[in-house]
């Protein structure tokens, strides 16, 4: 068997599997978003958290599955750092919608959606994808997604929407001024990061209406505006990966319901459905 590096790199965090000889090492490092990164900045991640971790094995193939590998400047970037440090390695770099449609289906037919940081949805013909519902990005777009939730608890806590209980808790958990927290929004590096990181005042929280009512809107703006629009949504099961996903699989179950659609898996990361695939591809 090939030495394999795989890769799952989301905007929050990039998991990657070492395989050699029926063995498999886990890695974590940040995430990778190629619209945020340039030559440089790419390489010092890469050379201080991933290659002192894969050491002096020489890997033979890397398959690299990412935020933002959909254009071929992005996918230029990441092979260019990739290669500089795995001379020898065949380097395949797709989306990471791809990655999760081949996590969530393998070689079957199916719906195949990301709800983590961002969101993204796919059909998924068992070899590839076929349709891909517009992705418009956290400010226009990601509905659903980590970033979706976080924008809509700024909200409630900004506009002053939250009932007494919810703002003592929202101020005790970030006592940040409104000034810090669009400083933050606005000005920081990665805001899209940032606003993810609210989603844990939604899981604290679960049970109380108002933040139930986020959750459930946000989800269906994510099924309205894409699971909706496959029309082979009425005849095969949606999945989803992601760790917003995997945390409100509740409301995920509720809303298939509601729309009268078939869910399927739900995983929170994609890394063992890779590997099983690639496995059975060598």
Known sequence: MPSILIADSGSTKTHWCLLTENKKKLIDTQGI????????????????????????????????YGTGC?????ISLIKRGLKKLYKNAAIKVEHDLLGAAKALCGNEKGIACILG????????????????SPGLGFILGDEGSGTHLGKKVLQYYLYNTFDAELMD????????????I??????????NRYLAGFVSFLIENRGHFMIENIIEDSINDFFFNHVYKYRESW??????????AY???????????????????????????????HKNSV
């Not at 005790?172 to 001024?177: A, F, G, L, S, V």
């Not at 669009?182 to 805001?191: I, R």
């Not at 809303?255 to 009268?260: A, K, L, N, P």
């Open 182 to 191: 669009l400083d933050s929004v606005y000005k920081t590096v990665l805001p």
């Open 247 to 277: 945390g409100f699989k509740d409301v995920l179950a509720e809303m298939c319901r509601e729309y009268e659609i078939k869910l399927g898996n739900v995983i929170k990361s994609p890394m063992d459905g890779l590997i099983k695939y």
């Open 169 to 180: 808790k929202f101020k005790e958990k970030y006592p940040q001024t409104t000034s810090e």
């Open 235 to 244: 005849s095969l099961p949606i999945n989803f990966v992601g760790s917003v």
């Open 117 to 132: 940081t961002g969101s993204n949805s796919c059909f998924y013909n068992g070899k590839k994808i076929v349709k891909n």
């Open 70 to 74: 959909s254009n071929a400047a992005n």
């Open 33 to 64: 978003s190629p619209y945020f990164l340039n030559d440089e900045s790419l390489g010092k991640i890469l050379s201080e958290e991933l290659l002192p971790k894969t050491g002096s094995i020489n890997i033979d193939e890397i398959y690299y």
